[in-house]
């Protein structure tokens, strides 16, 4: 399943390839002119691939990493 992000900023990875997430775990926060959004797990799996680096700058419905 590929996460998105919600809109364009600047993306705070807190999760990594290989760790296990749960349901409504926070695994990045996209933050643009003082508004941060965090961007939760839909559902229980593992990080499979991030696709941006830490930091990076993100565009509205860019894939931000995909899981498993």
Excluded: S, Y
Aim: aromatic content about 2%; hydrophobic content about 50%; overall charge negative.
């Amino acid at each position: 399943m590929n996460i998105c992000a919600p809109f364009a900023g600047i993306v705070h990875l807190e999760v990594a390839e290989g760790d296990t997430v749960d349901t409504g775990q926070t695994i990045a926060v996209v933050e643009t002119v003082k508004l941060q959004a965090p961007v939760v797990a839909p559902g229980p799996g593992t990080i499979a691939a991030i696709n941006v680096a830490n930091f990076a700058d993100v565009t509205g419905g860019d894939v931000l990493l995909e899981l498993k």
